[in-house]
């Protein structure tokens, strides 16, 4: 289910997926096919995760990768979970064929 709003949806960002809602900022990314699909690649991975392993690895990671890049953005887009997404935002078939815990494929444990 998809929800606009302003304001849930953090400065800088289009969208945000909550399991099991997908909030956007602004109505016209209703049709933003691929940003959909960004959002839906996290949706499954939350779902796969038990929602909160999710939020507790996603905020682990980010918190690795903010100490290893000192950047907000660079921390944010080297995220596994972020990296598996963006990786396959414009391929709007992938979560039919998406193996189980594919975020692993993006996980560089030689950065840790």
Do not use: C
């Not at 289009?14 to 990314?29: D, E, I, M, Q, S």
């Amino acid at each position: 289910m998809i929800f606009i709003s302003k304001y849930l949806v953090p400065k800088g960002y289009t969208g945000l997926a909550v399991f099991p809602f997908v909030f956007l900022k602004y109505n016209r990314f209703k049709t933003d096919y691929v940003l959909i699909n960004h959002e839906k690649i996290h949706l499954r991975q939350q779902l796969e995760m038990l929602i909160i392993l999710f939020y507790l690895v996603y905020g682990i990671e980010f918190l690795f990768r903010l100490f290893q890049y000192k950047n907000w953005n660079l921390a944010y887009r080297n995220i596994s979970f972020e990296r598996e997404s963006y990786t396959n935002e414009l391929n709007l078939d992938y979560l039919k064929h998406r193996p189980f815990w594919a975020f692993l494929k993006y996980l560089r444990i030689n950065d840790f």
